[in-house]
């Protein structure tokens, strides 16, 4: 997991160098406050935080710079998007000093956590946790809300939000257990002491909510102030439950499917503006792939995880579909990558006797019903430069066809049916369905896959809409009272609102659809 999270400066970053104190009465800074933030102007961020209590200090100065110049933004900083020329920072410095004072102070944050990360720190005996943690118990300073209120109420401010969630995530990742290596064990030398994750909890689960909030947004600005913040989080396993306990791995899915559909749009386009627009896509499509890739690594720990993963195959959908429009290399890579850990977990290390078992089998059954053995093949005659895809697209071909090898037909077509990923051959005939109706009634006898049938009725995928109008006719000709059954559940009522569909062949299949319903003869009207 060595990809990190990696931001854009501020737009008004020319007028950091401008900012004048003394008369920003309304930041309320003492004296001692003012000159300490001269003091670290004019001095190389290494010597302010060569010591772990003067770096506190410094890093609780700027967080009340956060905290009092969040409170009365006038919004003009947050509606520039794009790096301003010194001129035109200057006079956003005029329009709306605290706007500029809000990216100031966290671009300082920004890159004192850099700092505090880097080899240097280690060197010193300096570390994250030891300055946004204090006392002996090594609890978090109560500052860090000044960070939560510029997310929450960040009025619209893209790099505000982004960077202050960034900050946030790389603080409180830190106390996590899972991240306590070599720099931690420099930080107790220079300290005495560990950050305590106990004080973190609470901060985490408040984080994760708002990047949850943010990841049900349709808008590609909104979700992408939420991307490093995830990168971060999901780079640390106590990140990683979080995250997928607060439904995150549902709402990346959702994500990662809506992002490929705008790529391929913003690709369809002319022009300069539209190749921008794709190679942002793109990044945003890796980043997100990159999230759920990270997330798979606690498939063999955690019941709940690979219950997630499994729910309505819409995690295993969207990485089908990224590794057969292969939009980049290093897309293919990640998507490939959590597509194999999803092929080879296991349900025996920590099992849970009172859920399903869901295991490797279950998330093959997925990829072969989305497809995904048509996309390896094609992926085993590109050249890669990549080593690993080379590996992972053979390792997956392996386990993939011996699964196939294993499935009835009757679970090839139960998986399609419920990933919704129908596609026409053996499964959809009249010999099929002579020989399976029957099993359409599903164990609880609740009708659950004629169910999942009627709703893809209502698909925006045409195909998939005529294919289920042609199964819902087979299984009202083969299934004892199957007529009764798809009226009741509403087929029919949804399928004649096809029958004057645009597109002929699904008008012509729900038609039939609605006539098989109908008739009970229906091999002599043919």
Known sequence: MASKAS????????????????????????????????????????????????????????????????????????????????????????????????????AKLSTIIATLSSPWAAENGVSIGNVFYAGSEGVLIEQWKALLRVISKGKG?????????????????????????ASDNNAKDGAGRAPSYASAIEPLEALTAWVITQLKSPNAVTVGTTVPAIMTLTSATEGRQIFAASGGIKYLSRQLRQREKSKSSASSGSGGSSERKANSSVQQLYELAFCLWCLTYELNNFADVRADFAKDGLPVMALVELVSSAPREKVVRVALAALRNLATCSADIHPEPDMPRIDSKVFLGEMIACGLMKAIKLLRDRQFTDPDIVEDVDKLHKLLADNFKEMTRWEVYQNEIETGQLSWGSTHTDAFFKENAKMMEGKDGDFKLVKILISLLSSNDEDIAAIACFDLGEFCRHYPNGRAIAKRLGGKDLAMTLIEHDNPELQRHALQCVSKMMVQNWEYVK
């Open 157 to 181: 401010d893209a790099y505000a939000q982004r960077s202050a969630a960034l900050c946030l995530a790389q603080i409180l990742v830190a106390a996590c257990p899972s991240q306590r290596g």
């Open 7 to 106: 931001l854009q400066p501020s737009p008004v970053a020319a007028a950091f160098r401008s900012l004048q104190w003394d008369p920003l009465s309304s930041l309320r800074l003492t004296p001692q406050e003012t000159a300490l933030l001269r003091m670290a102007e004019s001095n190389p961020i290494e010597y302010t935080l060569g010591d772990a209590r003067d770096a506190t200090m410094y890093v609780r100065v700027l967080l009340k710079l956060l905290a009092e110049a969040s409170v009365n933004v006038s919004g003009h900083v947050a509606r520039i998007t794009e790096e301003c020329s010194e001129n035109r920072a200057l006079d956003a410095l005029d329009a709306d000093p605290l706007g500029v004072v809000t990216h100031y102070a966290i």
